[in-house]
T-cell receptor
Framework: NAGVTQTPKFQVLKTGQSMTLQCAQD?????MSWYRQDPGMGLRLIHY???????DQGEVPNGYNVSRSTTEDFPLRLLSAAPSQTSVYFC????????????????FGDGTRLSIL | AQTVTQSQPEMSVQEAETVTLSCTYD???????LFWYKQPPSRQMILVIR??????QNATENRFSVNFQKAAKSFSLKISDSQLGDAAMYFC????????????FGDGTTLTVKP
């Protein structure tokens, strides 16, 4: 049981390049989320998914796309990288509790440190 | 939209002493969940404790406990008998009752533990 796996751990991009951050979980969790963490700040929600085929925007979605074709995978795409997207990116998954409530904690990956020059 | 505020960017505590980290939040919802996460230098996000808003009893997990004041929208974390391994950044997080994919985090408090 690997939990939440993010790849790569580090990446350097040039402005304008595109790339995909990978996230996979093996816990059969229905919920998956992407956050970014800027220096000295908390996590801000980019996009999230409540199940395969269903995604929604979070607080800071601009410049990012997501899709969820399977329960296990939730990739994050940077369409045209900008220096403002330099950050640490976390993927998280969780399941709902009894009765569909959201009392179960999120399980986080180890993060991807992304630098855009 | 919900907001979470941690007013103490940095705190320090002597080993074996007790420290309290503050968190306030703003919401119009009546039912929700609150969490404290620990982030050590390894960058991992580790759940410390959680509180269900409909429960009046404060949650406890070993040396960690919360003071949940629903009317004041306050959710502080108390760490007793502080240990060197408690040094980390601590984040308070809010989640609505029915969306487990959408948490709102505070900006964190960096805790230093002095030997």
């Amino acid at each position: 049981n690997a939990g939440v796996t993010q790849t790569p751990k580090f990446q350097v991009l040039k402005t304008g390049q595109s790339m995909t951050l990978q996230c996979a979980q093996d816990m059969n969790h229905e919920y998956m989320s992407w956050y970014r963490q800027d220096p000295g700040m908390g996590l801000r929600l980019i996009h999230y998914s409540v199940g395969a085929g269903i995604t929604d925007q979070g607080e800071v979605p601009n410049g990012y796309n997501v899709s969820r074709s399977t329960t296990e995978d939730f990739p994050l795409r940077l369409l045209s990288a900008a220096p403002s997207q330099t950050s640490v990116y976390f993927c998280a998954s969780s399941r709902s509790g009894t009765g569909g409530v959201s009392n179960q904690p999120q399980h986080f990956g180890d993060g991807t440190r992304l630098s855009i020059l | 939209a919900q907001t979470v505020t941690q007013s103490q960017p940095e705190m320090s505590v002597q080993e074996a002493e007790t420290v309290t980290l503050s968190c306030t939040y703003d919401t119009s919802e009546s039912d929700y969940y609150l969490f404290w996460y620990k982030q050590p230098p390894s960058r991992q996000m580790i759940l410390v404790i959680r509180q269900e808003a409909y429960k009046q009893q404060n949650a406890t997990e070993n040396r960690f406990s919360v003071n949940f004041q629903k009317a004041a929208k306050s959710f502080s974390l108390k760490i007793s008998d502080s240990q060197l391994g408690d040094a980390a950044m601590y984040f308070c997080a809010y989640r609505s009752r029915t969306n487990a994919g959408k948490s709102t985090f505070g900006d964190g408090t960096t805790l230093t533990v002095k030997p």
